[in-house]
């Protein structure tokens, strides 16, 4: 049986993209669900990336921020890190330029707790927001859908 720290890590992989991670930190920061830790595999940076988390793990944040530095190796690299790092029931990634609407992980939660018991599932897509209620994208039926 494992052991869990947390429902969700929330994993970002970043490689010089100190000019849009204030965006994602703040949605963070709002989200009504709060049992997850940020978990970040910086890519070797050479921005001011590494300054950003310094600041913002002093902060008094609502969420514990793991931020990791690593030789540069791609993206797949920072994943195969961060799965190791984890201490998260579920691992949700959220890129360097994401913007999470403020309930999105309690979505998250909501949608794992109907889902069939015993069954095993990986994958959650989700659409662009324009807003809190819109989007471009097509949205499909339903609360899930299987697509093994």
């Known amino acids: 049986m494992n052991n869990y720290n947390y429902r969700i890590t929330v994993f970002t992989p ?3 993209r100190a000019h849009t991670l204030e965006r994602l930190y703040q949605s963070l920061r709002a989200q ?3 049992d997850f830790e940020w978990l970040v595999i910086d890519d070797g940076s050479t921005d001011e990336t590494k300054d950003l988390f310094k600041k913002w793990t002093s902060e008094n944040n609502p969420f514990p921020i793991y931020y990791h530095l690593k030789e540069n190796g791609g993206k797949h690299t ?3 890190y961060g799965l190791n790092q984890a201490q998260g ?4 990634t959220a890129d360097s330029d994401d913007y999470l609407t403020d309930d999105a992980l309690q979505k ?4 794992v707790s109907i889902l ?3 069954e095993k599932f990986c994958g959650v ?5 324009t807003s809190i209620t819109e989007t471009p ?5 339903g609360e899930w859908r299987d697509e093994t």
């Open 78 to 80: 920072a994943i195969n």
């Open 14 to 16: 970043t490689y010089n």
């Open 116 to 118: 069939p018991a015993n």
């Open 32 to 34: 009504t669900f709060r």
């Open 108 to 111: 998250v939660i909501n949608w």
């Open 89 to 92: 029931e579920l691992f949700f």
């Open 137 to 141: 994208n097509t949205i499909f039926s």
């Open 125 to 129: 897509v989700g659409n662009m927001g």
